[in-house]
């Protein structure tokens, strides 16, 4: 079955205690994005990946670091983590192919204490 | 001003009622167009992909695209309670990144 997988899927933490999530997919999609969802906000891109090795900012990459090592890998990476980054997170991927539509994981919650 | 402005609902209907979703936006570069299905607890789900303007039908979904008043419209028709969900428009100017309007909560009650 085609599709993104993101861990954990609920996580509550303390200010400043690094954390990980970490997104996986199984279609070999080139592009990978991270999202964070804020009531009244809608999506917001963090950061994103157009192929292995090749990663770049997003709307609202503060806080936040990426790396693509293997294609089907995308984690995002919360080194110190401050309680505004407290949201609900949703990976991505698609082909390169500018008339693919991206295809979503199930979303990771995120609290920061 | 955001670049892509909806209106969050929520929108309360009865059951076999015709919705309309709207979303207008500022960017005249964009030209990829989609609508988004996410139930709670979920992620994003693809409903309609449209790429310029037009109109695309698929079932019982409608989308419309106005380029020249910058206005992008989802009907969905004979609305079920399954169809209870929150309606994301999405657009793009390249194909790859996306920029989201807020969402609208569709409540289609029995």
């Known amino acids: 079955e085609a599709q993104v997988t993101q861990n954990p899927r609920y996580l509550i933490t303390v200010t400043g205690k690094k954390l990980t999530v970490t997104c996986s997919q199984n279609?070999?999609?080139?592009?990978m994005s991270w999202y964070r969802q804020d009531p009244g906000l809608g999506l917001r891109q963090i950061y994103y990946s157009m192929n292995v090795e090749v990663t770049d900012k997003g709307d609202v990459p503060e806080g936040y670091k990426v790396s693509r090592k293997e294609k089907r890998n995308f984690p995002l990476i919360l080194e110190s983590p401050s309680p505004n980054q407290t949201s609900l997170y949703f990976c991505?991927?698609?082909?390169?192919?500018?008339?693919?539509?991206?295809?979503f994981g199930d979303g990771t919650r995120l609290s920061i204490l | 001003q955001k670049e892509v402005e909806q209106d969050p609902g929520p929108l309360s209907v009865p059951e076999g009622a015709i919705v309309s979703l709207n979303c207008t936006y500022s960017?005249?570069?964009?030209?990829?167009f989609m609508w988004y299905r996410q139930y709670s607890r979920k992620g994003p789900e693809l409903l309609m992909y449209t790429y310029s303007s037009g109109n695309k039908e698929d079932g019982r979904f409608t989308a419309q695209v106005d380029k020249s008043s910058k206005y992008i419209s989802l009907f969905i028709r004979d609305s079920q309670p399954s169809d209870s969900a929150t309606y994301l428009c999405?657009?793009?100017?390249?194909?790859?990144?996306?920029?989201f309007g807020a969402g609208t909560i569709l409540r289609v009650k029995s």
């Open positions: 991505a991927s698609k082909r390169i192919d500018s008339n693919q539509p991206q295809h």
């Open positions: 960017n005249s570069a964009f030209q990829y």
């Open positions: 999405a657009m793009s100017v390249e194909g790859n990144k996306l920029v």
């Open positions: 279609m070999n999609h080139e592009y």
